[in-house]
């Protein structure tokens, strides 16, 4: 509910409603653009993170997909669109014990649930 549910009807509340709607866009565009550099460091974050492991060239590509995705959802909802919710992502890590299939699943576990939302 805005103030804009309250104003008698009149001329004057006409000029108040615009200022009212003028200074309702201009908190959503700060919000949107606080967003957009909050998840810009996020992935950048991600990124260096990701830039220290040795190989996995496809599973990097799938991790920064899901990343994307999550963080755009990020945005939509700073925005005040309606975003649904996300399945969670689904991995299954396959190898022979002691090639550090243990470790890079924690890694991916701590790289999109710690620094993405």
């Known amino acids: 509910m805005t103030p804009l549910n ?7 509340s006409e000029e108040l409603c615009k200022l009212l709607q ?24 991600l990124e260096d993170a990701l830039s220290n492991v040795v190989g996995l060239h496809d599973l990097k ?7 994307k995705g999550m963080l755009l959802d990020e945005r939509r909802r700073a925005l005040g669109m309606k975003v649904g919710l996300r399945r969670p992502p689904h991995m299954a890590f396959l190898g022979s014990p002691g090639t550090g299939i243990g470790l890079f699943d924690c890694f ?9 939302p």
């Open 108 to 116: 991916c576990i701590i790289m999109l649930f710690h620094h993405i």
């Open 6 to 12: 309250h104003l008698s009807p009149g001329p004057r």
């Open 61 to 67: 590509i799938q991790l920064r997909k899901w990343a």
């Open 22 to 45: 003028w200074h309702l866009e201009e908190q959503r565009n700060r919000k949107a653009l606080e967003a957009c550099s909050k998840t810009k460091a996020k992935m950048d974050e």
